[in-house]
């Protein structure tokens, strides 16, 4: 039960701090008047909102009556994170198999999805988790403990609290799903549920001249 609620935590300020994340850029997309960046841009926003996700996980496994590192949680933080960041790539996996099926007919719409981009950016924020762990007083800084704060103080408020509680209960039960589907394809080979794109599959059909995961210009 402690690991299912400490889960259940974990999407909570999972999605408060999405909430806070998108507020700031919708702040800088206003104050660049709505110019578009470049995709060396894209993931290094991108790289910067996994690392200091990373930072407050940490933060959110210490202990605060010892100000101790708590490590079984530190590990299933790290799990959990895992499986998000895997989570969000596979959905712009989809979004780009989508793009490249009808994006011919959207000029206006871009696709800057790149998969050695995305790999790139897991493996800079879970390295930075793992660094985390043997210098955890790294995760203390000013902008990660205001973070922290504004989440926990979202969380406190009634309603908005209650909203985001709502959300954390959905993240944990596919979180769940996704990590038993996973183990099931380790023992069978098969998940329990696939997700084929028949437009990924169409788009095969029909062309040779690119794969799922190439870049639309």
């Known amino acids: 039960m402690d690991l299912l609620n400490f889960i259940f935590r974990l999407g909570v ?44 996980t940490v933060l959110f496994c210490y202990n605060l009556e010892n100000n101790q590192i708590q490590l079984y949680n530190l590990g299933v933080a790290g799990l959990v994170l895992l499986t998000y960041f895997i989570g969000k790539l596979q959905n712009r996996q989809q979004q780009a ?6 994006g011919s007919g959207m000029p206006n719409i871009k696709n800057n999805f790149n998969l050695q981009g995305e790999l790139a950016v897991i493996g800079l924020s879970f390295g930075f988790f793992v660094f985390l762990i043997f210098y955890p007083q790294f995760s203390y800084n000013p902008l990660s403990t205001w973070f922290h704060e504004s989440i926990l103080n ?44 028949r437009f990924g599959k169409q788009n095969k059909d029909n062309s040779d001249d690119f794969d799922d995961f190439e870049e639309i210009n």
């Open 154 to 197: 979202i969380e406190d408020t009634p309603i908005f609290g209650f909203i985001f509680k709502i959300i954390g209960f959905f993240f944990l039960f596919n979180l769940l799903f996704k990590m038993l589907n996973g183990f099931v394809f380790l023992i069978s080979g098969k998940p329990i549920f696939s997700k084929v794109s």
């Open 97 to 102: 198999v989508f793009l490249n099926a009808f």
């Open 13 to 56: 300020l999972f999605a408060i701090y999405g909430f806070i994340w998108a507020l700031i850029e919708l702040g800088l997309g206003i104050l660049s008047m709505g110019s578009n960046r470049t995709p060396l841009g894209v993931y290094l926003f991108r790289a910067i909102k996994y690392v200091v996700l990373v930072d407050v």
